[in-house]
């Protein structure tokens, strides 16, 4: 029984080492080292862009509020494309022009 005998290898430790992120102070970092030099342009763009971003990622209430008037917009084109073709088709219009121009 050769298999059972002491001279096992020693397993192999686990390295891993936990790093925490913080994603709010690497922001106010970026923020800050984009402040530093204030006639750069595009690291004011940069800045413009990602303010922009935080506020339209952060606010779910907004997202929503936008994808709601966007909804209702549509519907307001779709009810009044139906009246006004109702209104057209419902005229005597069509048939004046039609027999127009059959002669």
Do not use: C, H, V, W
């Amino acid at each position: 029984m050769g298999f059972l005998s002491g001279n096992r290898p020693k397993p192999k430790p686990f390295g891993f080492i936990p790093r925490y992120y913080d994603e709010q102070k690497e922001e106010l970092e970026n923020r800050l080292k984009a402040m530093d030099n204030p006639d750069d342009i595009s690291a004011t763009k940069d800045r413009i862009k990602s303010g922009l971003r935080a506020t339209y990622r952060g606010d779910a209430g907004y997202k929503k509020s936008q994808t709601k008037k966007a909804n209702m917009r549509l519907m307001y084109i779709i009810a009044t494309l139906f009246l006004i073709s109702y209104l057209i088709l419902r005229s005597n219009a069509i048939t004046n022009f039609m027999e127009k121009i059959s002669g």
